[in-house]
């Protein structure tokens, strides 16, 4: 648990091979076992000092899926604090490295489960940009709409999770139902709720459906009660609002050191979002707030996620009012993918299609050529490095994800507090472990 | 060499000599350098011309290309003031694969540097907290580098069984584990005999 | 049990007390969710609101697997949590029924890479399994009426609760 800075470099003596090797074979063997204690106990044992070591997870309620932290207690506050990540590691970077640029939209949207949406048009921008392709008008203001969809359904979960893990359970149901008139939209979509592979490398996978306009309007009625509802129901919580004022305080310069994009990095005083500084899809033909807060606790968190789906909100009214008509797949299709019907009664349209879809055809952007590519996605700045060395495949394909560089401040902050503020840090910073681990 | 790259402008003559190429695509900009470089662009980056926001640490194999070194550390850089963002690729050697770390520069780097470490196994001499990350503890491989196949060396069958027998739930080891869990290390042979049996990639 | 070591045999006695119990338990299912990952999701879906599982007296979700006689496993499950998973179910009281739901527990779904484990019922019994990736919330209820036929034609003397 303590960290240990000699353990780091080449300054102490390495172990010989065979060492090395005799000690990581025990190892693995008591990992598979579930032998060594530190690694599934979640027992609390006194070491004599009056500190106690307790265990959080990853198996916890609270901790939203596969987190793992250790606190050293004294008494009930918190004197140090460790993290274990990887609980969910799946290994996309290295399957990217296996699959075609297509392909690996269908992974990319088992990241960020609650957004998956923002996954897939990240991806495919940043696919795009490598590419120095530019997608048709309609099919960029589709991808708004439904970017900004589903990140309203992610803030509304997570300010619904955070009702949750203070208390307040009610607020989490009425947020799941509200999340299902998102859930309905992105049905009639793609035909999916949670994994939607919605977009392609150069377009999305059809237009829209012709009632799609008629669901869209009528979210937007219905939906902005309910942030008034939310507001209600929390705000006027006095348990709710006083154990998430002053709680987790990030100055602007903690913020900005440890990297920190998204809600929470705004809420500490940032105010960069990649929609404003970098626009991606035509967002600078939309006039919207980047709004900001400067306290920088669990309740400007909140704050800020509840202005945020406003200034969403906003955006979807502009780009249904502004739809253009026309395709929705870009029109090289040696790079994008024709549309279903178009393979099934067109001849070219298979012969591009069966090219895209073999392995060992397909897109091959030049050799040498990389990119960092970024979107802004709910969590935060969801960033792509993609790296080309001529075939099908990528090289080198990275996730620059939010939640990591977010959730690398918890530990500090969660140091010094009391066991339940650790909670509530840690259901305002909002990581999805899916995206954490990879 | 690029000329549109304020990073790059702003460099003193004595820096601007230690970048070796500079790449440019679709408008972004990837500088070159060594690895006995970085430490001095970085800290001229960072102190002297506010590139406050590291965005992302990340590492590149190129085992078996024709490249200078096998290693390739990508830093993301972002001067929010600005408005700019570049890349500063570091060569590394594979024999001494050992980089200065810059966590005392950006915070962010604690973890993006962990998890260079933990997928490539590079040490960032000077981090304070090389453990692993995403792996367990003892994990006896290095699994984003090219000669690590994607679907792992049987790691993931090696797991005592639970069985009813009788009445109750048991625990039982299987017969066999396949021997060899493939360990990993960056030794000159090693990497030889890599060499020898891999395949460039068309 | 211990009852039916008293009472042996196929009586009249032991099968209705059978019956009762079975009743009393398959409609009284206190979920464990090991939820990870996007199944997860799906799954806090069926316990809330719109697909409501409280219909089927199934809603006691409790977090603590000593409490529990239905284990949920959804989501991938990698090489770091396997033990932590083998470690619950073990915790929870006999007797237990277990649903994999998902393709990533069931078979590692498209992930077929190092560090997920194919399939958890290479490593721990399972009795339902639910396709889809992620099932809807449907399919996870229908799961749980599967779960509810095995609990009905559970016996005392033969079958996993007997002892
Ligand atoms: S089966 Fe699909 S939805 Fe479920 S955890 Fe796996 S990838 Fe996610």
Redesign the interface.
């Known amino acids: 648990m303590t960290q240990n800075p000699e353990n780091s470099g080449r300054n102490t003596p390495v172990p010989s091979a065979a060492t090395l090797e005799k000690e990581l074979e025990k190892g693995w063997r008591d990992h598979r076992s579930g032998a060594r204690p530190s690694s599934v106990s979640s027992v609390t044992e006194d070491d004599g000092d009056g500190r106690m070591v307790m265990n959080f997870g990853p198996q916890h309620p609270a901790t939203h899926g596969t987190l793992r932290s250790v606190f050293t207690l004294e008494g009930e506050s918190i004197v140090e604090a460790d993290v274990e990540i990887g609980y969910l590691h799946t290994g996309f970077e290295k399957l990217g490295e296996h699959m075609t640029y297509q392909q690996w939209v269908t992974v990319s949207d088992r990241m960020n489960y609650l957004s998956a949406i923002n996954n897939n048009v990240g991806y495919s921008v940043a696919v795009e940009e490598l590419l120095g392709i530019e997608v048709p008008p309609r099919c960029a203001a589709l991808r708004v709409i439904m970017c900004e969809l589903s990140r309203i359904a992610d803030h509304v979960l997570c300010v619904g999770l955070q009702g949750m893990d203070l208390g307040a359970f009610s607020v989490m149901l009425w947020s799941f139902e509200k999340r299902e008139l998102v859930y309905d939209i992105i049905e009639a979509v793609c035909g999916a709720r949670l994994t939607t592979s919605w977009t392609r490398v150069g377009g999305i996978i059809r237009d829209v459906p012709e009632f799609f306009p008629d669901l869209v309007y009528s979210f937007l009625d219905e939906f902005p009660p309910i942030i008034d509802e939310i507001h209600g129901m929390l705000l006027n919580n006095k348990i709710f609002v006083d154990r998430v004022k002053d709680i987790g305080k990030v100055s602007t310069e903690k913020a900005l050191s440890y990297g920190l994009s998204g809600p929470v990095g705004r809420a500490s005083g940032l105010t960069s979002d990649v929609r404003k500084d970098k626009p991606y899809l035509g967002y600078d033909k939309y006039d919207f707030k980047v709004p900001s807060q400067t306290e920088g606790d669990s309740f400007a968190r909140y704050m800020q996620r509840m202005e945020e789906i406003e200034q969403s909100l906003e955006i979807i009214r502009q780009a249904m009012a502004t739809l253009p008509q026309g395709e929705v797949v870009h029109d090289d299709f040696k790079t994008s993918l024709p549309e279903k019907d178009a393979v099934y009664n067109d001849m070219e349209s298979l012969i591009h299609h069966f090219k895209l879809v073999m392995l060992g055809h397909g897109i091959r952007p030049d050799k040498g050529q990389s990119i960092y590519s970024a979107t802004e996605a709910p969590c935060g700045e969801l960033g792509f490095f993609l790296a080309s060395d001529g075939s099908d495949t990528p090289y080198r394909l990275r996730v620059r994800p939010p939640s990591l560089y977010n959730y690398g401040l918890f530990p500090r902050l969660a140091e010094g507090g009391m066991i339940s503020d650790a909670v509530a840090i840690l259901s305002s910073f909002h990581v999805i472990a899916g995206e954490l681990d990879r | 060499m690029a000329d549109n790259n304020p990073a790059y402008e702003a460099l003193p003559a004595d820096l601007k000599s230690k970048v070796i190429e500079s ?1 440019e ?2 408008g ?1 900009v ?1 500088l070159r350098c060594r690895t006995a470089d970085q430490r001095a662009l970085l800290e001229n980056f960072r102190l002297s011309q506010g590139y ?5 640490v ?1 590492a ?2 190129h085992l078996g ?1 024709d490249t200078e070194e096998r290693f390739e550390i ?1 830093y ?1 850089l972002r001067n ?1 003031t600005a ?1 700019h ?1 570049f ?1 500063l690729h570091v060569w590394l050697d594979e024999s001494d694969n ?1 980089i200065p770390s810059v966590f005392d520069l ?3 780097a ?3 540097e962990r ?1 260079t470490h933990d ?1 490539f196994g590079i ?18 491989a290095f ?2 580098l090219k000669d ?6 049987e ?10 027998r009788g ?3 048991v ?1 039982e080891e299987p017969d066999t584990y396949p021997t060899s ?1 493939g ?1 990993q ?1 960056h ?1 000159p042979e090693y990497i030889e005999e890599v060499r020898r049996d891999s395949k460039p ?2 | 049990m211990g009852l039916e070591s008293l009472i042996g045999g196929e009586g009249f006695l032991t099968t209705t007390v059978n019956g009762l119990v079975n009743w009393g338990r398959k409609n009284a299912l206190w979920p464990m969710p090991f939820g990870t990952a996007c199944c997860a999701i799906e799954m806090m879906a069926t316990f809330s609101g719109r697909y409501d599982i409280s219909r089927f007296g199934a809603e006691v979700v409790r977090f603590s697997p000593r409490q529990s006689d239905l284990l949920i496993v959804s989501g991938r499950i990698s090489i770091k949590m396997m033990p932590v998973l083998q470690k619950i179910y073990r915790q929870m009281p006999e007797p237990k029924w277990v649903i994999s739901m998902g393709a990533c527990a069931s078979c590692g779904g498209v992930f077929d890479t190092y560090t997920l484990v194919q399939g958890v019922d290479q490593f721990i019994p399972v009795d339902v399994y639910v396709p889809g990736c992620p099932p809807r919330p449907e399919s996870l209820l229908d799961a749980v009426f599967e779960i509810q036929k095995l609990v009905g034609e559970d016996r005392f003397d033969s079958g996993k609760h007997g002892s």
Do not use: C
Not at chain 2, 125 to 140: A, I, Q, S, T
Not at chain 2, 148 to 153: A, E, F, N, S, V
Not at chain 2, 155 to 164: S, T
């Open positions: 790449v695509h679709q972004q990837a406050d926001f590291l965005v992302d990340t590149m194999d290309k990508i993301v929010l408005n963002t890349r050992a950006w915070d962010s604690r973890w993006g998890e997928m040490v960032f001499d000077g981090n304070p907290d090389l453990r692993r990350f995403l792996m367990p503890e003892d994990y006896p699994p984003l690590y196949p994607l679907k792992g060396k790691e993931r069958r090696q797991f005592p069984k639970v069985v009813a009445d109750r739930m625990e869990i360990r290390m030794t990639r068309e």
